[in-house]
T-cell receptor, first 115, second 110 residues
Framework: GAVVSQHPSWVICKSGTSVKIECRSL??????MFWYRQFPKQSLMLMAT?????????EQGVEKDKFLINHASLTLSTLTVTSAHPEDSSFYIC???????????FGPGTRLTVL | RKEVEQDPGPFNVPEGATVAFNCTYS??????FFWYRQDCRKEPKLLMS???SGNEDGRFTAQLNRASQYISLLIRDSKLSDSATYLC???????????FGQGTILTVHP
């Protein structure tokens, strides 16, 4: 149990386009989902926390208008990178929590390359 | 100062060796601690939680020292498959928020 999927697993896009990444909890209801970003040879950095049906809470330095997060249901959260630029190229990982513990279940990640 | 600090390594050890990683955290209000393992270009996977009383899972032993704000991971009888990056993680005062250390790279060679 506790499987989280992400789609797509990788994406290459042109500068200026928007990219949507989906995160799904497949066999449980996720009250909270988290979005992380990991640059090469660096650790995961939390971007935002989203709770179903409410606005996401963004970490300091993360632009909410650039990284749009929607958590429309208890099994789906989406991250849209708007007007992507090469510096947005990174490994984006989501995780989901049931809410009864602080255990987070991680998705397999999405590798974004912006040309 | 980073909230969770680790020696990035790399640690290169032969099969069968015992290796220890240390980690310090700065937020004394942090509630829970974990070790995660991350393979190259993959998501992190939970290795074990860390408790003050210490806990062991097979060849892995984790220890938490709240007074010194220090966490350790000991791996005995290293296997080739243990090669990965080991991430020290704290769960702070905001429910569910995890703070990751930079990670320690371990390479186990034949």
């Amino acid at each position: 149990g506790a499987v989280v999927s992400q789609h797509p697993s990788w994406v290459i896009c042109k500068s200026g386009t928007s990219v949507k990444i989906e995160c799904r909890s497949l066999d449980f209801q996720a009250t909270t989902m988290f979005w992380y970003r990991q640059f090469p040879k660096q650790s995961l950095m939390l971007m935002a926390t989203s709770n179903e049906g409410s606005k996401a809470t963004y970490e300091q330095g993360v632009e909410k208008d650039k990284f749009l997060i929607n958590h429309a249901s208890l099994t789906l959260s989406t991250l849209t990178v708007t007007s992507a630029h090469p510096e947005d190229s990174s490994f984006y990982i989501c995780s989901a929590s049931r809410g009864d513990t602080d255990t987070q279940y991680f998705g397999p990640g999405t590798r974004l390359t912006v040309l | 100062r980073k909230e969770v600090e680790q020696d990035p390594g790399p640690f290169n050890v032969p099969e069968g060796a015992t290796v220890a990683f240390n980690c310090t955290y700065s937020n004394s209000a942090s509630q829970s601690f974990f070790w995660y393992r991350q393979d190259c270009r993959k998501e992190p996977k939970l290795l074990m939680s860390v408790y003050s009383s210490g806990n062991e899972d097979g060849r892995f032993t984790a220890q938490l020292n709240r007074a010194s704000q220090y966490i350790s991971l000991l791996i005995r009888d290293s296997k080739l498959s243990d090669s990965a990056t080991y991430l020290c993680v704290s769960s702070g005062t905001s429910y569910g928020k995890l703070t990751f250390g930079q990670g320690t790279i371990l390479t186990v060679h034949p």
